[in-house]
């Protein structure tokens, strides 16, 4: 059975681009795949994070996997840190990786610019990702397209220390859901939709309120050539909310501009609305029950057994692969 892995960074509530590009692609898979998610709270400790709220959003985190769907039976489910074998191994990742490589990832750029302050883990954050990674072998990483240069990194590492050591890591690739991959703010449709948006109007939260949902969309910035038309270049913020609404409803994005031919931007975003607000009210539901349940308990304690027993057999093969172990391996068999 192939195996598939992702993880999402608890530094603010999980938004609707967090579910459609990631979670949502997960809960397809689930049935066909040997499935690993878990809540990446290392990688968020790259930026300050208040340790309180940090703490309550990692149990909120692995709840909402819960509610958009993932089946704690079929999927491997635990929080990042759970397991020091990940970092360990990431440190060894790290002297396979050149400092060119790690510097040139777009979101360290970005991040390093807006403060010259940044720490050292903004620059091995996509090292520690490849440890995510890697670890498992899983095959195939569904992930919003920002993430696709981590994932492509992980992957020339693994290829750099295979050839350095010898096979040791299955090579993995990004998966990228057909509309959800990149889901823009609603008030400024040409930047991403993220948790850490300070203006929260534009950002559509799975934890929002559903009038406030309701309100947000009606608000979302449009243009004035009124046609529901997909033309991301022309029209950013129609093209959108058709892509949110084509991810939700399963429904083609040539359907819903057929069924809108003629018609206001008005009714297009009350079906939108009704589409998105129908669907989170039942996760919601769901999360409610969750949370307030024992059962996230037994479902951290089987998943992180299972990712370690898989971490410790890869860490201590890199060890022997890389020369550090008390072993003789010149008196080994291989
Ligand atoms: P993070 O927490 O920023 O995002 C989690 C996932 O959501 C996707 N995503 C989006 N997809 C569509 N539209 C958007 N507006 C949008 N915003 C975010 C992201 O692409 C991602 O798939 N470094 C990762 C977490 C991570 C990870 C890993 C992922 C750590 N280790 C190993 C995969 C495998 C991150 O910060 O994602």
């Given at each position: ?56 959003r990692i149990r909120k985190f692995i709840a909402m996997y819960i509610a958009c769907g993932i089946d704690p ?262």
């Amino acid at each position: 059975m192939k195996r598939i892995l992702t993880g999402l960074k608890p530094t603010g509530d999980l938004t609707l681009g967090n579910y459609l590009g990631a979670i949502k692609q997960m809960v397809n898979m689930q049935d066909e795949y040997d499935s690993i998610l878990f809540v990446a709270d290392l990688h968020a400790l790259t930026i300050y994070q208040d340790p309180i709220e940090l703490n309550e959003r990692i149990r909120k985190f692995i709840a909402m996997y819960i509610a958009c769907g993932i089946d704690p039976e079929k999927n491997t489910i635990y929080i990042q840190s759970e397991n020091e074998f990940i970092p360990a191994m990431s440190y060894l990742l790290e002297c396979t990786t050149t400092y060119g490589e790690a510097s040139r990832m777009i979101q360290f750029k970005e991040k390093s610019k807006q403060n010259a302050n940044f720490s050292v883990g903004l620059l091995t954050y996509p090292v520690l990702m490849a440890a995510d990674i890697l670890y498992c072998d899983c095959d195939y990483v569904p992930v919003g397209i920002d993430q696709k240069q981590h994932v492509e990194l992980a992957r020339n590492i693994a290829e750099r220390f295979n050839n350095r050591y010898g096979e040791t890591f299955t090579l993995p690739e990004p998966l990228l859901s057909e509309t959800g991959t990149k889901i823009y703010d609603l008030k400024n449709p040409t930047k991403k939709m993220s948790k850490s948006e300070e203006n929260p109007t534009g950002v559509i939260s799975m934890f929002d309120d559903l009038e406030t949902i309701a309100s947000k969309i009606k608000g979302a910035t449009t243009d004035s050539l009124n046609q529901v038309h997909f033309d991301p270049e022309n029209q950013p913020g129609i093209s959108n909310l058709l892509n949110i609404a084509s991810s939700i409803a399963n429904v083609p994005i040539a359907e819903l501009e057929e069924n809108f031919k003629g018609k206001g931007y008005g009714e297009f975003k009350k079906y939108v609305s009704e589409v998105v607000v129908n669907h989170i009210s039942e996760i919601q539901k769901r999360y409610e029950e969750i949370i307030n349940s024992d059962m996230l308990e037994k479902v951290l304690n089987k998943g992180i057994e299972r990712s370690r027993e898989l971490a410790k057999e890869k860490y201590e093969l890199m060890k022997i692969k890389m020369g550090t172990t008390r072993k003789d391996l010149k008196k080994q068999d291989n």
